[in-house]
């Protein structure tokens, strides 16, 4: 017993370790990456390239392009203690040189304040009618998100969509450019793999299939104006998939992120898809990182 203890000690000490130093170089190492030319931002492209991250990204605070962090949440107990982290590293980062961070908002979808109204921005918005989700309380974001864009004031122009298990580890420019949005390109998003199914709701007069991004709403920077737009069709597909057997069955858990990214085309919103945006992964230069990857290293 006393050898298994010492072994479990020295694992989680030399995870905590490694988290920390992770955290320590994203935070403080420069972006190396290379600027794509103009070309690439060409609203007419067809298939979204991968691209790094631009290298330099600072600019006069009268040219600054703002965008305002929204994360929905729950008033689960885990939730709400994500959110309160997240929020802490936000506001670390907001004014650092190179952060085009706005303003932020926990969108809190359980239809009553919490006590932690007065420590983040929250807006309370209504969750589904009983039933609708049908068990898939992810269904609750697109409409909490409609109801934000309806009823708030954002003095921002651009909205990064975010999620409670992100911790920012630099400041975030405004990556979106030129009427595109600004996305992570998850590699379990295949549009052509599901090509039968999305076409229920793409259909083939809207273009082919390589249209819909490989994304989800999150992580997402984008112009309100095109949210607005976005949302509520984001919102009806989420729930036409979730009602639909088939589609049902082949997206589980992100089907959510198949209707936002069949949504943004639908509205020919085309993004571009920044593989360093985020990670899953502990490696480095992120932006951001899901959290739930250093619960899993502590609990391992």
């Given at each position: 017993?006393?050898?298994?203890?010492?072994?479990?000690?020295?694992?989680?000490?030399?995870?905590?370790?490694?988290?920390t130093?992770?955290?320590?170089?994203?935070?403080?190492a420069?972006?190396?990456?290379?600027?794509?030319?103009?070309?690439?931002?060409?609203?007419?492209?067809?298939?979204?390239?991968?691209?790094?991250?631009?290298?330099?990204?600072?600019?006069?605070?009268?040219?600054?392009?703002?965008?305002?962090?929204?994360v929905?949440?729950?008033?689960?107990?885990?939730?709400?203690?994500?959110?309160?982290?997240?929020?802490?590293?936000?506001?670390?980062?907001?004014?650092?040189?190179?952060?085009?961070?706005g303003?932020?908002t926990?969108?809190?979808?359980?239809?009553?304040?919490?006590k932690?109204?007065?420590e983040?921005?929250?807006?309370?918005?209504?969750?589904?009618?009983?039933?609708?989700?049908?068990?898939?309380?992810?269904?609750?974001?697109?409409?909490a998100?409609?109801?934000?864009?309806?009823?708030?004031?954002?003095?921002?122009?651009y909205?990064?969509?975010?999620?409670?298990?992100h911790?920012?580890?630099?400041?975030?420019?405004?990556?979106?450019?030129?009427?595109l949005?600004?996305?992570?390109?998850?590699?379990?998003?295949?549009?052509?793999?599901?090509?039968?199914?999305?076409?229920?709701?793409?259909p083939?007069?809207?273009?082919?299939?390589?249209?819909?991004?490989?994304i989800?709403?999150?992580?997402?920077?984008?112009g309100?104006?095109?949210?607005?737009?976005?949302?509520?069709?984001?919102?009806?597909v989420?729930?036409?998939?979730?009602?639909?057997?088939?589609?049902?069955?082949?997206?589980?858990w992100?089907?959510?992120?198949?209707?936002y990214a069949?949504?943004?085309?639908?509205?020919?919103v085309?993004?571009?898809?920044?593989?360093?945006?985020?990670?899953?992964?502990l490696r480095?230069k992120?932006?951001?990182?899901?959290?739930?990857?250093?619960?899993?290293?502590?609990?391992?």
């Amino acid at each position: 017993m006393g050898c298994g203890n010492l072994f479990f000690l020295v694992l989680v000490t030399f995870s905590v370790a490694l988290i920390t130093y992770n955290i320590i170089i994203s935070a403080n190492a420069p972006l190396k990456q290379e600027l794509p030319g103009p070309s690439r931002f060409s609203s007419s492209i067809t298939i979204d390239p991968v691209i790094k991250m631009p290298v330099d990204r600072s600019k006069s605070s009268s040219s600054k392009r703002l965008f305002h962090t929204a994360v929905t949440s729950s008033d689960s107990v885990y939730n709400t203690w994500q959110c309160r982290i997240m929020y802490y590293w936000f506001k670390k980062f907001k004014d650092e040189p190179n952060s085009e961070m706005g303003g932020f908002t926990r969108i809190l979808h359980s239809g009553k304040p919490d006590k932690y109204m007065d420590e983040i921005p929250t807006f309370v918005a209504q969750p589904l009618p009983a039933g609708m989700d049908q068990g898939y309380i992810v269904l609750n974001r697109p409409w909490a998100f409609v109801q934000w864009l309806q009823s708030a004031d954002i003095k921002e122009d651009y909205i990064l969509m975010s999620e409670p298990d992100h911790i920012i580890v630099k400041p975030i420019p405004n990556l979106s450019k030129d009427g595109l949005g600004a996305a992570f390109p998850f590699f379990y998003i295949e549009p052509k793999k599901y090509e039968k199914q999305l076409r229920k709701f793409f259909p083939e007069d809207m273009g082919p299939i390589t249209n819909i991004d490989p994304i989800g709403n999150s992580p997402v920077i984008v112009g309100k104006d095109s949210l607005n737009k976005i949302a509520p069709t984001w919102m009806n597909v989420s729930l036409a998939m979730k009602k639909d057997p088939e589609t049902d069955k082949a997206f589980g858990w992100v089907l959510e992120m198949y209707a936002y990214a069949v949504a943004s085309a639908l509205h020919g919103v085309d993004n571009i898809l920044y593989k360093d945006f985020m990670i899953q992964v502990l490696r480095e230069k992120p932006f951001l990182f899901l959290f739930c990857q250093i619960i899993f290293l502590y609990t391992a």
